[in-house]
């Protein structure tokens, strides 16, 4: 079965039809790479599939499970919302921390307020605290940060402040990791080592959806590759497909502007 | 008069100045917030109304808006007066919540929507958003326009005295009536003390917040 299934979504903005139907599915432990020139769409899917937007049309199921539903979704409950979301983590192009914590509460305040929902709450509290920090420090120290736990957001790096905003979406379980342009934002020297936690997350088989435009990097990791444009997937396959042999003249011409 | 029944007597005008401030503040603060949402509804009539109100207040003298509510009601309607500190007090809350409003307004939509959105995805519901990531921000932001409202509402409160209200210019003004005028610009002695000592506290609460960077 496969761990995500999107099927016919669509997306408006006003007069403007931003995503024309956009159906795909991946397995379990796969990263997909979504490419595509800017305004083809790609980053409005991510926030469908993360339910930052909510799609006009169309369905997303996890594991067979529906997620979201264009026709239900409003009748749903904050909190139904909100346990439907938490399938998805989602790493942000200008990494999104929280400027007035520190790196460990950045990655741990999600989970503390979770926890407070728990029955068990108020007779495990000092348990459950620990067991979140414990939780905390080693996702922290996998995404080699563990010498910044006390330093603030302002005190580090572009690469450094992505690579704590994995650590937080990782706090979260999620069953799939989406991120959008991760890198975009950093200078060319800081986005090796951004993408090189990205790799050992897949090695560690992690499904993952990268929106990217390192198609080096996406060439590389990737089981999937998926090309939009115009608001709708042009061409999609493995990237010795895709990326080396495209056959859709659009991607031909994106691929081009590429490599120049 | 000596120099120390001089300093008694405006000591005297100084703790109605001093009510005034503190009750004004205490009021308008939470009034300036409400008027901030009114401002920012998506419901239209709502916002043009409040909107209007808040460019009518701040856009005529603070002074004219005293006088209104202290003569308005008995010359409009033939009712009794308000008592005189309660009227200046009334028109400083209104006023200043209006100016309140806009700095809350600025504060809200310099927040980053990527905030609201990291929150979201986190699986945190709305009042945690708020509560736990936007609200120190929006109090960092807040900090230097208040303050300079904060001072600004200090030397303000002397046009009370268009009502005879007895705050401290009105003292020093009644002493020239005894013959002696250098009370009177004594006076900007209180108000600098006064100021000074805001001036250190948000100085303080920049410092605190300074630790980090939006």
Known sequence: MPVLEVRDIHKRFGRTEVLKGISFSMEQSQILSIIGSSGSGKTTLLRCITQLEQADRGRILVEGKPVFDAAEAPNLTKAEKRDRQLNFGLVFQSFNLFPQYNVLDNVTLALRLQAKRRPDYAAKKAAILQEIDAEARSLIESVGLSEKLKNYPCELSGGQQQRVAIARALAMNPRILCFDEPTSALDPELTGEVLAVIKALGQRNMTMIIVTHEMAFAREVSDQVLFMDSGVVCEQGPPDQVIDHPTHPRLREFLRNFSK | ?214
């Open chain 2, 1 to 214: 008069m000596s120099f120390w029944d001089v300093t008694l007597s405006l000591l005297d005008g100084l703790v109605t100045t001093g009510q005034l401030f503190a009750l004004t503040l205490l009021f308008a603060l939470p009034l300036g917030l409400l008027i901030c949402l009114g401002s920012m509804t998506r419901f239209t009539p709502l916002r043009w109304l409040v909107r209007t109100v808040v460019w009518i207040i701040r856009g005529s003298p603070l002074m004219l808006q005293i006088l209104i509510v202290f003569y308005g009601p008995g010359l409009l309607f033939g009712l009794k007066p308000l008592p005189r500190f309660t009227a200046a007090l009334i028109t400083f809350v209104i006023n200043y919540a209006c100016y309140f409003s806009e700095i809350y307004r600025g504060g809200i939509q310099s927040i980053p929507r990527g905030q609201y959105e990291a929150g979201q995805v986190l699986g945190m519901s709305r009042p945690q958003v708020f509560f736990r990531v936007v609200l120190l921000q929006l109090i960092k932001q807040i900090v230097p326009p208040m303050g300079n409202e904060l001072i600004t509402l200090v030397k303000d409160t002397a046009l009370a005295r268009v009502i005879s209200v007895y705050e401290i210019i009105w003292a020093g003004e009644t002493l020239i009536k005894k013959g002696l005028i250098w009370p009177l610009f004594y006076t900007a002695v209180f108000y600098l003390a006064f100021n000074g000592i805001l001036t250190l506290l948000l100085n303080w609460a920049e410092k605190k917040l300074s630790y980090f960077h939006s």
